[in-house]
């Protein structure tokens, strides 16, 4: 989010050093960001965990783990020898307060050897069960710091529910300011992400088509190939609308739906998408069953695999009644969309993996061609892919070259891969570079978490009131099930998918 500014002096510390997230995600993320010649020379990082480990062993691992999973390929000796010194560890039981009298420690030696007050940032990579202690913890060990040189960032899931979702906002604001919590919503940092609102707020001739008098409907798909594989642990206490769509779909939609901010500031930025989660309506017991599908995977085969179904994934539960798949149908009530149906969509083992943002258009108001003419007609369609492929593609009626009038349908497209040369930072590598740098446009604000959690509250209530009877119902590799069909296509509509490499 900024042209190269200067960051200050820094001491990252990472609870859950040992843990999966920081091993894919977060130290190759700090590294790229140290490629690329953002970090600071006086930069630590203080990986902590359980593990005894030594700052060696602890840098030997991380090596394996950049290796593995960066974006930038394997790391190179020289850079990485650079890189290294500035990671520690240290063992923590973060329950006892010594632990963090030990990283007062640790830091205070950092700023001595630095010559320079340091802002410190505690990165929360464990589970949600540790946020309050950790917090708390945090909070007591810097009682007489500036509060802004501290910062927290939390990872999701950012409660279970909306009642978990305050009583932890409640406790954070009781020990932090709003400007020094990071709640993480991976998808907003996501360079397509980011780019709608770019793409809406920067050009002049999308403003006026974005509102109900020409869009007919918006889809926001989010499908995945991959199963829940080893994360049943978690994932069965979650399902696909915790996990999915009360965060990042719903993010995506606040995107689109949003009111032009005044600037650029987080604040305002936040304020209009929060307004956005204001005006959804809500959900009555009546429109959950109408508005609202699930559906949880069965065995099936991907890609010449035979792969097994959610009930038999390793350690699940053989009954289980968790959705892997979602469906829901919102409407945002306000003067720019009312009526226009929202659906959103999402699931776990689905034929591909594609994030796709559809909005289409209303169709003309009288078409003067002859009906042999227009066989191939469609309405107008603007399709942002946000991953895996990068585009935006405007699909509009052209005349197929001959000597007859024949139209069919063609798409303008804005490819990321055809126009940048420039890698593609991966979305940790934005975020965290903006706690560095203390900006929390793409970081969700207290209140933003609990409407969310507020709008989808009715549905979760009443999925776990009726247990659905029909799961498994639909097979790995398909697009769901049925019910999900059904619930656009009762409104004339179906699911839109990228043909693959953009080709009808
Ligand atoms: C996470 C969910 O937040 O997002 C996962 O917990 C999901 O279940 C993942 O697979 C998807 O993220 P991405 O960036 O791979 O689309």
């Not at 050897?113 to 309050?132: H, R, S």
């Not at 017991?285 to 609202?292: Q, T």
Request: charged letters at 25%; a negative charge.
């Amino acid at each position: 989010m900024s042209t190269k500014t200067t960051i200050p002096p820094t001491v990252f510390v990472i609870f859950g050093g040992t843990g999966d997230l920081n091993a894919r995600k977060l130290t190759p993320a700090l590294y790229n960001l140290f490629l690329d010649g953002w970090l600071p020379a006086q930069f630590a990082i203080i990986g902590t965990g359980r593990s005894k480990l030594t700052d060696e062993e602890f840098r030997t691992n991380l090596l394996a783990d950049v290796n593995q999973f960066s974006r930038s390929g394997k790391a190179k000796k020289e850079a990485w020898d650079k890189f290294a010194p500035h990671i520690n560890y240290q063992v923590a039981d973060v329950k006892a307060p010594e632990a963090y009298e030990e990283f007062g420690q640790r830091i205070a030696g950092f700023e001595k050897e630095w010559n320079a007050p340091a802002n410190v940032i505690y990165y929360l990579a464990v589970a949600p069960e540790f946020f309050p202690i950790i917090a708390t913890g945090v909070a007591k060990s810097h009682a007489g710091t500036d509060p802004a040189r501290v910062r927290i960032v939390i990872e999701k899931p950012f409660g279970h529910d909306l009642e978990s979702a305050r009583a932890l906002n409640q406790l954070l604001a009781e020990h932090y300011e709003e400007r020094q919590i990071y709640r993480i919503d991976h998808y907003l940092g996501k360079e397509t992400v980011q780019n709608i609102m770019a793409f809406r707020f920067a050009n002049a001739i999308m403003e006026p088509l974005w509102n109900r008098n020409t869009i007919e409907h918006v889809q926001i798909s989010v499908t995945e190939q991959l199963g829940v594989g080893e994360r049943t642990g978690y994932y069965d206490g979650s399902g696909a609308l915790r996990d999915m769509i009360q965060n990042h779909l719903l993010q995506l939609l606040c995107l689109v739906a949003m009111e032009p901010p005044v600037n650029f500031t987080a604040d305002e930025v936040r304020n209009r998408k929060v307004d956005v989660l204001r005006a959804m309506r809500r959900f009555t017991p009546e429109m959950v069953r109408e508005s609202a599908v699930r559906g949880q995977y069965g065995p099936g085969w991907i890609e010449g695999k035979q792969v097994p179904g959610y009930r038999e994934e390793k350690d699940a539960n053989p009954t289980s009644s968790t959705e892997t798949f979602a469906a829901v149908k919102f409407f945002v009530d306000n003067w720019r969309w009312q009526g226009v149906p929202f659906y959103l969509r999402t699931g776990k083992r689905l034929h591909r993996s594609a994030s796709i943002i559809t909005i289409q258009f209303k169709d003309v108001p009288h078409v003067i061609f002859p009906a042999e003419t227009v066989e191939g007609w469609r309405k107008n369609r603007l399709v942002i892919s946000i991953q895996p492929e990068m585009s935006i593609r405007l699909q509009v009626q052209a005349k197929r070259p001959g000597l007859d009038m024949m139209l069919n349908t063609v798409d303008m497209v804005f490819d990321y891969q055809g126009t940048y040369t420039n890698e593609t930072p991966e979305a940790y590598e934005t975020l965290l570079l903006d706690t560095m740098l203390g900006d929390q446009t793409l970081f969700m604000r207290g209140d933003q978490v609990e409407e969310a959690w507020d709008l989808v509250m009715p549905i979760l209530t009443s999925w776990q009131n009726r247990p659905s009877l029909s799961f498994p119902n639909y097979s790995a590799d398909s697009w769901g099930p049925e019910v999900a069909e059904a619930l656009v296509a009762r409104d004339g509509f179906h699911w839109f998918t990228l043909p693959l490499n953009g080709k009808k």
